[in-house]
């Protein structure tokens, strides 16, 4: 089992950035794949990123090549930078990890872009 607590996320303005934070409740050196989705308003969860242990990344394509996904092992926590926001970056984002067949998912951070 794990808790994943996100934080650091806000209003800013488009062109803006954040840099969000999952903060998990147990080592996170065993947990092969971090993952961020994000949730808009009337819209269906989506993928954002992901890291796996041994550092390879995936990215949605909406966000790539603003967004970077990293992974701390020592503080237990994974990151999303986010650099050049835009309104339609605006949800809920959400941490999630799957330990043998369980998903856990956190309680989710908001993020709004301001146009």
């Known amino acids: 089992q794990v808790q994943l607590v996100e934080s650091g996320g806000g209003l800013v303005q488009a062109g803006g950035s954040l840099r969000l934070s999952c903060a998990a409740s147990r080592s996170i050196f065993s947990i092969n794949v971090m993952g961020w989705y994000r949730q808009a308003p009337g819209k269906q969860r989506e993928f954002v990123a992901r890291i796996t242990s041994g550092g390879s990344t995936n990215y949605g394509d909406s966000v790539k090549g603003r967004f970077t996904i990293s992974r701390d092992n020592t503080k237990n926590t994974v990151y999303l930078q986010m650099n050049s926001l835009k309104p339609e970056d605006t949800a809920v984002y959400y941490c999630?990890?799957?330990?043998?067949?369980?998903?856990?998912w956190g309680q989710g951070t908001q993020v709004t872009v301001t146009s």
């Open positions: 999630k990890t799957t330990i043998r067949t369980a998903d856990y």
